[in-house]
Structure formats: C-alpha cells, structure tokens
C-alpha cells in the first residue's frame, strides 16, 4: 500500500524506528573504500567520484536530518548510534569523493555535539587515524585529513559544543599545556617547506597569545631560537610572517614580545634584524625597520649596547675573513713559485 504523509505534530523519528533507520543507513554508506592508486596526487590529480553519489547523497543527508532532529533523544539514539557506527564515520573520511567527505564532517560533528558520551572516543579515534598517517608506512596517504583536523580545530575553539566550550577545548587553552605544544611544534618543524612554515607560525601565534609568563619562560630560550631562524630565512615569506608578529598588539603589550623580555630578546634576534632591514623585498625591510625601532623606544640603552656589540663582531669576523682570505692567496702564490 502507498506510505501516507504523517500528520501534523506527529513524531517521525520514534524510538520504534531508530533501529531501522540506522540498518539502512549502515547496509548503505559503510562499505569499504576502493583502494587508491599509487601515483595519485591530490594536489594534481581530479579525485575519483564515487559513481554511486546520487545514492548515497540521499541517504547521507536522511542521516544528517535524524542526527540533527529534535525528535531524537541522544539517551535512546545511543543504543542504536553506537561506537561502532562513529569508527565507521571516521574510517569512511578516507574516501576520494570530497562531496562524501563534506557530508561525514558535517554529521561527525553533530554527533559530537549531540551525543556527549562519544566525545572522548572520538576524539581519540581520530587521534588514532593521524598517528597512523604520521608513523605507519602504509598508511602515508589519508584523504580526510584535512577534515578530520576542521574538526578537531572547531572542538579545541569551542565549537563543538553550543552550549559553552567544550571539554578538549577547556584541555586544550589550559596554559599548562601551550609548553608541550610549542615544543611539539618546534620538533616537527616544517624546515625544509617554507609554506608550510608560514601555516607553522600561524598556528603559533595563536598559542602564543594564551602563553602565560611562567609558562614563557620555561621556554623562553627555545622560542627565542625559533625566532632567530625564522628571522634570517633566506625566504623572504617565512621572514615577513615571523616579523608580523610585533604587530600584534597583545603580544608586544603583555605578551612574549613585550618590553619587559626585550633585553633577552632583542639580542637573540638582532643579527637577523640586522640584515633583513637592508633585505631586497620592501616589505620585509619595512618590517624589520620597525621592530629595531620598536626595540629602540623600549630601552634605549640596551638597543645601543646590543647594536654596538654587534658592529664589534661583524668587525672582527670580517678582519678574520679577510686573514683568512689573505691566507689562502699567499699559500697559493707560494704554490705557484714551487712549480
């Protein structure tokens, strides 16, 4: 017989029905993937549409309507939206499709909002599929890793939960923390990949401004050599991204970059400094101009004494170069007359 429309105010989504909307939900989008070829290149290459799209298109925004529903009570949903059902999300990020991988962020995270028990296991599952990406041999290809990390960004912002911030988040802006993180992100540092530096120091910045002092400075020394480096990048976009940092107001105010740290700052940086502020590139001179300014203003004294000290050993290394240039002739010249 033909299936009658429900009538007005009547419940759809009823505890009767949750086991059979999730079958079919499982019977339709888990399945397992096609294994990628190997010299495919997602920056290159077009992805390979799943050919079955108009299908499971249906039946993935069906699911993202049940999961948002306000007839659907996570206290009974969870018997039948189980772990088991949210591993299988995850594991499904990895298809090829990004129309695919759009849908599961958006029904991951209303999961994770709706379903409170699950926030643990899944942020850990998804802590899992990036260890497995960044340690396992054959796992060196993932194609949902950049979802995957929305997520886990939205959670740590608070947005995985409308009511307040989140518990990773509350984990994850506990000063405490910012040390161990940098120091992560110091050890993995992109070195060879000015890009992806230049998404580093982004990143970094952000933590930096949730650093307390204590936490400073028990990586005060570390920090400094970050800058240092990243200062005197022989890429002009890494060196123009490290400088604008002492144009955030809060970091030069109270932060790492203020006047208080400028006597062991300013000379940790200023043979970089010094040489980006002749630097080719405009911007990056005008930039590097304005921090030694800065400097300057802070403490007069210690701009002058960290200036002078440092003409004093461009000084002497230049007389050792020449010595040593000087050197190199003679005993070629004396070379020459032997023969």
């Given at each position: 017989p033909p299936l009658t429309p429900p009538q007005a105010g009547q419940k759809i989504f009823t505890e009767n029905t949750m086991p059979d909307v999730v079958a079919m939900v499982k019977a339709n989008i888990v399945r397992a993937l096609?294994?990628?070829s190997d010299d495919f290149d997602p920056e290159e290459d077009e992805p390979n549409l799943e050919p079955s799209w108009p299908h499971l298109q249906v039946v993935y925004e069906f699911f993202l309507r049940f999961v948002v529903s306000g007839e659907v009570n996570a206290k009974q949903a969870k018997k039948?939206?189980?772990?088991?059902?949210?591993?299988?999300?995850?594991?499904?990020?990895?298809?090829?499709?990004?129309?695919?991988?759009?849908?599961?962020?958006?029904?991951?995270?209303r999961i994770y909002g709706k379903f409170m028990t699950y926030r643990s296991y899944i942020r850990k599952a998804i802590s899992n599929v990036f260890y497995g990406f960044v340690y396992e041999a054959e796992c060196k290809r993932h194609n949902g890793i950049g979802e995957l990390l929305e997520i886990l960004g939205s959670i740590i912002n608070g947005g995985g939960d409308r009511g307040g911030a989140s518990e990773a988040s509350k984990e994850k802006k506990d000063p405490d923390t910012a040390v161990e993180i940098?120091?992560?992100?110091?050890?993995?540092?992109?070195?060879?990949n000015s890009q992806k530096q230049v998404v580093m120091m982004n990143e970094l910045e952000e933590i930096l401004e949730f650093l307390g002092h204590e936490q400073l400075m028990v990586?005060?020394?570390?920090?400094?050599?970050?800058?240092?480096?990243?200062?005197?990048?022989?890429?002009?976009?890494?060196?123009?991204?490290?400088?604008?940092?002492?144009?955030?107001?809060?970091l030069v105010n109270s932060g790492c970059l203020s006047r208080q740290l400028a006597d062991s700052l300013f000379p940790a940086i200023y043979p970089e400094l010094k040489v980006?502020?002749?630097?080719?590139n405009p911007t990056v001179s005008k930039l590097a101009q304005s921090v030694d300014k800065m400097y300057q203003e802070f403490d007069g004294s210690n701009w002058e004494k960290v200036t002078s000290a440092e003409a004093v050993n461009t000084e002497e290394e230049e007389a050792a170069e020449r010595a040593k240039n000087w050197s190199a002739l003679e005993e070629m010249a004396v070379a020459n007359r032997k023969k």
């Open positions: 096609p294994k990628c039948f939206v189980d772990q088991q059902l949210c591993m299988s999300v995850i594991d499904l990020f990895d298809s090829e499709d990004p129309r695919e991988r759009d849908y599961l962020k958006t029904i991951l995270h940098i120091r992560g992100l110091i050890k993995f540092w992109p070195w060879l990586i005060r020394d570390e920090l400094w050599n970050l800058f240092k480096w990243q200062i005197g990048s022989t890429h002009f976009q890494v060196s123009e991204r490290v400088l604008f940092l002492w144009n955030n107001e809060h980006k502020m002749d630097h080719w």
